[in-house]
């Protein structure tokens, strides 16, 4: 950010802007960013981006020349069509949105009509643009698995939608958590609309919900007139290999509203996303359209359409392995396991038995939360990472408070082995300096 001097003249006032402009939670992903910023020598075990080493900018002009191939062998549009097609404003739903359903019905066992798919820039829009079309009135507020994603809080508070917590556990969120948040927010005088979640590997804690869970989850949805907002980035990345079915392929009653990403499974930077909302809208004088309609005129008014150029990238990836990001995805899952594997081998070496250091084992994903022997604040890591060189994310951000946690995110996801292993060694030596300066050492790990 700029630097400002205190006699820099006020053009405008915070107080006079959106009141979420404010909060410190909306500066929470960029103050991360500032750090690494200003450490660029630090190695990030903050970073939950996708590894970049098996990637080569050929394969994005292959992709494009295979998808633009399709556009003229498949569909029969002429060389004009393809060139208006990929450069042109497009359709606001997306010019993939048939093979986003194909490979739903592939991979996830997800049977959808295309229509009901709206292909968005980033998971961001597409939970932006979902918050936007279930908050009526100000009554009207989301239920929020925590700890949590910020984005997910960051969005609501800049819609004016409320959000009321569900903890969660080790094992994720419990039905009986959601049923009971959903009747206290009914006490207080709010509408519950949905409730928002990760099943698999949620950041940051990597919990995952067992299939009775993901039941007893849909069963509470419809007894409290919920929808469920489920967001799934990492689920293809099991450490097991062993997936579970996600709720919206459990879904027979249009309860689940499915927010996907591209971004760790294509590319980050084509910042492709899409929503899969075919509920029933019943509209005025008895017509029906789908929820994914409404989505697409706020669209309309927001980014109009999500670029097709980009959109042309990731189609032609998923038509290089015939519609499968599973298959896409092989070699990225294995290094994601090994990576996985490698942090918590990592920390069991050099954490041992009274260290007064523990952590989550998750089952997949990319994330481990660390308990560690002191209070964890964003000064701490500041010094971590100008110290030390080794950049994590503290807790408290995902918890919507300033109050210190003594718990923190580490991400295996972004690093090579070696810098993984370099990263590690830091950060123990980081704990161990804290720990011993607030009167504890923690023990070396076996």
Not at 101 to 107: E, G, M, N, T
Not at 142 to 158: E, H, I, K, S
Not at 284 to 313: E, F, H, Y
Request: glycine share 10%; charged share 20%; with cysteine.
């Amino acid at each position: 950010m700029p630097v400002l001097t205190d006699q820099a003249a006020p053009d405008l006032f915070l107080s006079g802007l959106h009141p979420a402009l404010g909060d410190g939670l909306l500066t929470s992903v960029t103050f991360l960013n500032e750090v690494a910023g200003r450490y660029p020598g630090a190695l990030s075990l903050a970073a939950g981006a996708p590894y970049e080493g098996g990637w080569d900018l050929e394969d994005v002009h292959a992709a494009l020349r295979r998808f633009c191939a399709h556009l003229r062998d498949d569909r029969g549009l002429s060389e004009a069509e393809v060139r208006r097609t990929v450069l042109q404003y497009g359709r606001t739903k997306g010019i993939v949105h048939e093979l986003i359903a194909r490979h739903l019905s592939l991979d996830e066992g997800i049977e959808v009509d295309p229509e009901a798919v709206v292909v968005t820039v980033g998971f961001q829009e597409a939970l932006f643009l979902s918050l936007s079309a279930l908050r009526r009135d100000p009554g009207d507020a989301l239920l929020a698995v925590v700890p949590a994603f910020v984005g997910l809080t960051g969005a609501a508070r800049l819609l004016g939608m409320p959000v009321v917590p569900v903890p969660s556990g080790p094992d994720g969120v419990e039905p009986a958590e959601v049923a009971r948040a959903a009747r206290e927010a009914r006490r207080a005088g709010l509408r519950p609309r949905a409730c928002c979640l990760v099943p698999d590997f949620a950041n940051p804690t990597g919990s995952r919900m067992s299939l009775a869970q993901r039941t007893g989850l849909l069963e509470v949805a419809a007894a409290e007139d919920l929808l469920i907002l489920e967001d799934n980035p990492y689920g293809f990345f099991p450490l097991d290999g062993t997936r579970l079915p996600t709720l919206k392929s459990l879904d027979r009653d249009r309860r689940v509203v499915y927010l996907g990403s591209l971004a760790k499974t294509v590319y980050p930077g084509a910042r492709i996303g899409y929503v899969v909302a075919d509920q029933v809208v019943a509209a005025p004088g008895g017509g029906r359209l789908l929820l994914a309609d409404c989505l697409a005129r706020a669209k309309s008014m927001v980014t109009v359409n999500t670029p097709p150029i980009t959109q042309a990238v990731v189609g032609g990836r998923l038509l290089a392995h015939g519609g499968s990001l599973a298959a896409a995805n092989r070699r990225e899952a294995r290094f994601y396991r090994d990576a996985l594997t490698h942090l918590l081998d990592g920390l069991g070496r050099r954490f041992g038995p009274g260290s007064g250091v523990r952590w989550t084992r998750p089952a997949g994903g990319f994330f481990v939360t660390v308990e560690v022997p002191f209070e964890v604040t964003d000064t701490e890591l500041e010094r971590s990472a100008g110290e030390f060189g080794v950049i994590w994310s503290p807790l408290h951000h995902f918890y919507d408070s300033a109050a210190p946690l003594r718990l923190l995110r580490l991400s295996c996801s972004s690093l090579s082995p070696a810098d993984a292993e370099a990263a590690l060694d830091r950060f123990a030596s980081f704990v161990g300096t804290v720990a011993a300066e607030n009167g504890q050492r923690p023990a070396a790990g076996g």
